[in-house]
T-cell receptor, first 111, second 114 residues
Framework: QKEVEQNSGPLSVPEGAIASLNCTYS??????FFWYRQYSGKSPELIMF????GDKEDGRFTAQLNKASQYVSLLIRDSQPSDSATYLC???????????FGAGTRLFVKA | ETGVTQTPRHLVMGMTNKKSLKCEQH?????MYWYKQSAKKPLELMFV???????ENNSVPSRFSPECPNSSHLFLHLHTLQPEDSALYLC?????????????FGPGTRLTVL
C-alpha cells in the first residue's frame, strides 16, 4: 500500500465549477497535512495546510480532514483556467521531519 | 520566489562526469531536504539535514553524495550517474522546531544524464 494515495487524473472541470481532489494516507499517527500546487516545469508551492479534523477555508480553497478515515481533500470553488496544475497531497508523519508526497492529481479547468 | 535558490537550473552531464548541485536558503530555516522528481512519479525524498546533521538517507545510491556545511547551504555531489537518474532535483527547507511548519521549495535543477 502506498503511503499517500491520490487519483492521478486528469480531473477535468468547467470554469466556475467546484473541483474536488482527494487523498488517503496510511500512517494513522500523521499530524500535518499539506496541499501543494505544481505548474508544469515549476516547483511545488504550498496552498493549504490543515492539522485538525474538519474544514479549513482560505479564499476559494477548502481543505477537509478526517483522521478516523485517514482522508484529506481539497475543494476549489469557482475554478479558473489558472488553477490547471498538478495538486500534491503531502503528509508529515510521526517522526516530524519526513513529509511523504502523493503522486499528484492533474487538474484541468476548461474555459 | 528567492527564499530558496538552486544552481544550476539545468544540467546535462555524461555518465563519467562529476558535478554538484547547490541549494541556498535565506529563510533562517534549520532543516533542508533533497527530493528527486521523475516523470509521473511522486516526489522521492532523498536526504534530510537538521541543524547540519543528516537525519535521513532514503536508500539513495552512493553515486549521490550530499553535503551540508551549514544550515543555509546544501549540496548534492554527483558522479558516475546513470540515464535513469535524469529528473528534476528539488531542494526544500523548513523550520524543524515545530510540527506544523511547511516546506518551501527551490526552483529545482533539471538534470539530464546522457
Amino acid at each position: 500500500q502506498k503511503e499517500v494515495e491520490q487519483n492521478s487524473g486528469p480531473l477535468s472541470v468547467p470554469e466556475g465549477a467546484i473541483a474536488s481532489l482527494n487523498c488517503t494516507y496510511s500512517d494513522r499517527g500523521s499530524q500535518s497535512f499539506f496541499w501543494y500546487r505544481q505548474y508544469s516545469g515549476k516547483s511545488p508551492e504550498l496552498i493549504m495546510f490543515i492539522y485538525s479534523n474538519g474544514d479549513k477555508e482560505d479564499g476559494r480553497f477548502t481543505a477537509q480532514l478526517n483522521k478516523a478515515s485517514q482522508y484529506v481533500s481539497l475543494l476549489i470553488r469557482d475554478s479558473q483556467p489558472s488553477d490547471s496544475a498538478t495538486y500534491l497531497c503531502a503528509v508529515m508523519g510521526t517522526g516530524g521531519f519526513k513529509t511523504i508526497f502523493g503522486a499528484g492529481t492533474r487538474l484541468f479547468v476548461k474555459a | 520566489e528567492t527564499g530558496v535558490t538552486q544552481t544550476p537550473r539545468h544540467l546535462v552531464m555524461g555518465m563519467t562526469n562529476k558535478k554538484s548541485l547547490k541549494c541556498e536558503q535565506h529563510l533562517g530555516h534549520n532543516a533542508m531536504y533533497w527530493y528527486k522528481q521523475s516523470a509521473k512519479k511522486p516526489l522521492e525524498l532523498m536526504f534530510v539535514y537538521n541543524f547540519k546533521e543528516q537525519t535521513e538517507n532514503n536508500s539513495v545510491p552512493s553515486r549521490f553524495s550530499p553535503e551540508c556545511p551549514n544550515s543555509s547551504h546544501l549540496f548534492l555531489h554527483l558522479h558516475t550517474l546513470q540515464p535513469e537518474d535524469s529528473a528534476l532535483y528539488l531542494c526544500a527547507s523548513r523550520h524543524s522546531g515545530g510540527t506544523y511548519n511547511e516546506q518551501f521549495f527551490g526552483p529545482g535543477t533539471r538534470l539530464t544524464v546522457l
